[in-house]
């Protein structure tokens, strides 16, 4: 069901450490989310995809970019829905 990166260790970007703040949550929060992840799809933006969670009871969604050289996970930023 997930796909092959989707084991691969998490990196954060600038913009979702910004977010954080604004959005109210953490790194730790955004973990759990991932974890806890219900579905994903395409993004409309090349090589990014959407993750489907819930946080606090509300549904999010995390942009990530799989980084294949690297093998990492790019957290692009996180929002609610």
Known sequence: MWPEWWDWE???????????LDRDFTEIDLRVMYDRAKNYRRDYFSGRWVIETKHRRQKWEIIVEPDFEEHKIVIVTAYKV
């Open 10 to 20: 998490l990196e954060f970007s600038i913009h979702v450490e910004k977010r954080m």
